[in-house]
């Protein structure tokens, strides 16, 4: 069950980030065949795409889009995205590595800020993980 509710998660991301038309279906490595076809039905509903099926050569899933379509934009919002995520992350750490903000602070303040640089890590490696998906460096 984890592999196709992370199957799923991976065409939503793919689409999410590309916001293509319904019309554009998702390509499946053949070797997730037999654990997505008993459920293609809620899989095609919960990502709103149809399925199509072939040896992808290591990636799980692949957004069937027109060759004419220019990448280049989405890349650059993500890269521009992933810029403002790295300075607040590192205004974040800089914070959390300052012993003076440590023992001033209010003990809430400083577990917002963790928090709050917890949450970039992640949407960091969310972005880095996309830009990849799109076959682009960070």
Not at 51 to 59: E, M, N, P, S
Not at 106 to 117: F, M, N
Request: glycine fraction near 8%; charged fraction near 35%; charge should be negative.
């Amino acid at each position: 069950f984890d592999a196709l509710r992370d199957l799923v998660e991976e065409i939503r991301g793919l689409r999410a980030v590309l916001s293509p038309g319904p019309q554009h279906a998702v390509t499946v490595d053949a070797s997730f065949r037999d654990l997505v076809e008993p459920f293609e039905g809620e899989v095609v509903r919960l990502t709103g795409t149809a399925i199509d099926y072939a040896a992808l050569d290591g990636v799980r899933a692949r957004l069937n889009l027109p060759a004419s379509l220019d990448l280049g934009p989405v890349v650059e919002r993500r890269r521009k995205r992933l810029a403002d995520v790295r300075v607040r992350l590192e205004r974040a750490r800089g914070k959390l590595a300052n012993p003076g903000f440590l023992s001033k602070a209010a003990p809430e303040v400083v577990e917002r800020e963790r928090g709050q640089a917890a949450a970039l890590e992640d949407e960091e490696r969310a972005i880095v993980a996309e830009l990849a998906r799109l076959g682009a460096e960070a």
